[in-house]
């Protein structure tokens, strides 16, 4: 069966009287010593793929058991058997609803399907894992905490079971260790927003240091980028109103002023001066 995998064929009935072959068909001879020692090769062949398939540290045994304790396995292999594949394509409604998913996943691979003389089931040179194995299968595939493409070619090499992908993903996802050694989420995006019709409708005003301690009191129209800076003593209220009356009385009246919450824009004198020219001010973070 493993060998004819690789072909794609079709069955088409003969009646007896067009078919030379019947004969053998019905009158079986036994077997020659040649052909019993190919069917041992073949299933020595058979138990070699299942040993380099198996996890390592998993027995063969455990894997036997288990496919044995296995419902849905237990119907695939029947099915694979007999070639009745009704209750793989059309579960019954009495089963849970992750049992006929199951099932529906091991007959949309029905043609690549095997079973062993152990009782194992195979999809091609691939061992299937019984449900109750699947975790730990994903765990010692896992123990050296590679990610997730990784660690799906891991399993995918040698093993298979239905929902693969999605319970490698959840694993590595509640994973401790990969949460904290994994990259950093993706910062969020930022949030820009409309800028101003007309220039200096909006302003932005800071302070920065010189050598000798005074200080540049930085004003920016929103609109135009434009600066106007103003050399003044110190960040004082008294020493800063007069400088942006001065920027107003060149540029006209300011709708909305962003400033940090240093001083002096904190200060009630600041507050009671916007007030006055019907200057929204808007506190931002530093920077």
Same mark, same amino acid.
């Given at each position: 069966?493993?060998?004819?995998?690789?072909?794609?064929?079709?069955?088409?009935?003969?009646?007896?009287?067009?078919?030379?072959?019947?004969?053998?068909?019905?009158?079986?001879?036994?077997?020659?010593?040649?052909?019993?020692?190919?069917?041992?090769?073949?299933?020595?062949?058979?138990?070699?793929?299942?040993?380099?398939?198996?996890?390592?540290?998993?027995?063969?045994?455990?894997?036997?058991?288990?496919?044995?304790?296995?419902?849905?396995?237990?119907?695939?292999?029947?099915?694979?058997?007999?070639?009745?594949?009704?209750?793989?394509?059309?579960?019954?409604?009495?089963?849970?609803?992750?049992?006929?998913?199951?099932? =529906?996943?091991?007959?949309? $691979?029905? @043609?690549?399907?095997?079973?062993? %003389? &152990?009782?194992? !089931?195979?999809?091609?040179?691939?061992?299937?894992?019984?449900?109750?194995?699947?975790?730990?299968?994903?765990?010692?595939?896992?123990?050296?905490?590679?990610?997730?493409?990784?660690?799906?070619?891991?399993?995918?090499?040698?093993?298979?079971?239905?929902?693969?992908?999605?319970?490698?993903?959840?694993?590595?996802?509640?994973?401790?260790?990969?949460?904290?050694?994994?990259?950093?989420?993706?910062?969020?995006?930022?949030?820009?927003?409309?800028?101003?019709?007309?220039?200096?409708?909006?302003?932005?005003?800071?302070?920065?240091?010189?050598?000798?301690? =005074?200080?540049?009191?930085? $004003?920016? @129209?929103?609109?135009?980028?434009? %600066? &106007?800076?103003? !050399?003044?003593?110190?960040?004082?209220?008294?020493?800063?109103?007069?400088?942006?009356?001065?920027?107003?009385?060149?540029?006209?009246?300011?709708?909305?002023?962003?400033?940090?919450?240093?001083?002096?824009?904190?200060?009630?004198?600041?507050?009671?001066?916007?007030?006055?020219?019907?200057?929204?001010?808007?506190?931002?973070?530093?920077?």
């Amino acid at each position: 069966m493993l060998q004819l995998q690789e072909y794609h064929f079709e069955l088409e009935y003969r009646p007896g009287s067009q078919n030379s072959a019947d004969y053998l068909s019905r009158h079986a001879r036994p077997a020659t010593a040649q052909e019993e020692e190919a069917a041992e090769e073949t299933e020595e062949y058979v138990r070699l793929v299942m040993e380099r398939s198996r996890p390592r540290p998993m027995s063969l045994l455990d894997i036997e058991n288990a496919t044995k304790r296995d419902d849905c396995l237990q119907l695939a292999a029947q099915a694979i058997l007999s070639g009745d594949w009704k209750e793989l394509s059309n579960p019954s409604q009495q089963r849970s609803e992750e049992a006929r998913e199951r099932l =529906r996943k091991l007959h949309s $691979v029905k @043609d690549e399907l095997a079973v062993s %003389p &152990e009782g194992c !089931i195979m999809r091609g040179p691939r061992l299937i894992i019984p449900e109750e194995l699947t975790q730990q299968a994903i765990d010692l595939a896992h123990s050296s905490h590679q990610g997730i493409v990784k660690t799906k070619n891991r399993l995918r090499s040698k093993v298979w079971f239905p929902r693969l992908d999605e319970k490698v993903e959840q694993t590595i996802k509640s994973c401790n260790a990969c949460q904290v050694t994994g990259p950093p989420d993706p910062p969020a995006p930022v949030i820009t927003e409309p800028g101003p019709k007309d220039p200096w409708q909006c302003a932005s005003a800071d302070f920065g240091s010189l050598p000798d301690g =005074r200080h540049m009191l930085v $004003v920016i @129209d929103d609109y135009s980028k434009y %600066p &106007e800076v103003e !050399i003044v003593q110190s960040t004082s209220a008294e020493e800063t109103i007069p400088k942006i009356e001065k920027i107003i009385a060149t540029h006209g009246l300011i709708k909305e002023i962003r400033t940090d919450n240093g001083p002096p824009f904190t200060s009630q004198e600041w507050a009671t001066y916007l007030h006055s020219r019907n200057t929204a001010h808007r506190k931002i973070t530093p920077r």
